[in-house]
């Protein structure tokens, strides 16, 4: 991971804890092997959570290829803690080839957070493990759900200008987490704040409320582009973008919101 994501996420008050284990998988037992070696990360965090200043109830999880794979059972357990998944070229085609012995869509459950995947190639890549279409059915799997707007897949990012896998993360992680007002970059908690927008998802325009005047506010696309800067808008008419994540940033002063948008 870049020291210029880390440092943006340290600035936001978002530690960033990096763990291994298995360098590759070929069976089962080596999956299982791997969720067990999550369960005694997760419970290193909690247990040094007050030595490193850890905040237990705001988790972003996150995997790359076999990461994704090893991480995913404990980022579907029903813990409210747990605000967020992103995955790179997660899940790829070899765990897929027997469904009778684990399937990923069965730990996708109602309780299951926001998810945000980066892919490097394009759906239906032949010469790649890592197809995007594998990332679509769990996307579908959200949609079947009715939590269709917590799940984001971008892919081809390798023919972009910006192959950076971690280029979504900080915008993400700001926008699940628990909203903390942040002063000289110590994150503090906000309570009482009913900052909120509707509808979300939303199809041409949003009402926003609980303003109480000299907000700043930008809207960013999922990438950080486009942009958009206005004082105090009680409604956002958004209609010309296209479907997609977007967040909107709020700020007052020290104080700072990102709110997760979803256009259909």
Known sequence: M?????????AAGISTVAWESLTSIETLDDTETGWA??????????ANAETYNFDTT???????SRG???SWKYGHRPDPNIKGLYMYNALPDGIWTDPTRWYPPDEVKVSSPPIFFVYKREPGVEDDSHDPENGLIIVDTYTSLGIGDRAQLVHSIGD????DRYQFLVEFAQSVITPCRVVNTQAVEAPGSDLRVFPNPFRDQISVVGLSGGERLRRLSAGGAGIRE???????RLGELSPGLYFLVVQTGATRRVLRLAKH
């Open 2 to 10: 870049p020291r210029s994501i880390t440092d943006d996420l340290k």
């Open 37 to 46: 070696d999550a369960e005694l990360m997760f419970a290193w965090v909690k």
């Open 58 to 64: 705001n988790f972003i999880i996150g995997g790359s």
């Open 68 to 70: 994704s794979i090893l």
């Open 160 to 163: 972009s200008g910006n192959d």
């Open 230 to 236: 206005t004082d105090r808008p009680d409604l956002l």
